[in-house]
């Protein structure tokens, strides 16, 4: 299969920058260390650190998808989970809301089982390098909770 460079680089870019741009509006910096955080909440510096890995591993997915002709419902999934985890964060930092955010978190993880289930079906690596984000989720919805009844 022969890359498309531009193609690949628009796949990564649109998350990697939606990312950062909510990052900056959402002030999830200020916001994570303006709380009290259970003994195991990694140190503030590895969210961007992970963040930007795993808005990556999404782009390359997404790639692998639309290289392979992927279906309008995986590419749709693709888009509804972006959207879903990008609130987060407005939900979680700017607001405050942790049960909101926690219950945000799960529908997240719902949709990204589904996610990687779709693009297994067209692309198996593509739906693969969405299993880091799974696990990050998973712990962030613990940490998150821990964080609601703690605050």
Do not use: C, H
């Amino acid at each position: 299969m022969k890359v498309n460079t531009k193609r690949l680089l628009i796949s990564v870019g649109i998350p990697l920058l939606l990312g950062f741009i909510v990052g900056m509006l959402s002030g999830s910096g200020k916001g994570y260390q303006g709380v009290i955080q259970p003994s195991f909440a990694p140190p503030g510096w590895l969210f961007p650190v992970v963040w930007t890995i795993l808005y990556i591993l999404m782009g390359v997915g997404d790639y692998l998808v639309k290289e392979s002709l992927g279906t309008d419902e995986s590419l749709r999934i693709y888009k509804i989970q972006l959207g879903v985890n990008l609130i987060w964060s407005f939900i979680f930092f700017t607001f405050k809301w942790y049960l909101v955010a926690f219950l945000w978190i799960l529908w997240l993880i719902y949709l990204v089982i589904r996610m990687i289930r779709e693009f297994r079906v067209i692309n198996k690596k593509a739906g693969n390098l969405q299993i880091p984000y799974l696990i990050w989720i998973i712990f962030a919805a613990v940490l998150n909770f821990s964080i609601y009844i703690l605050n």
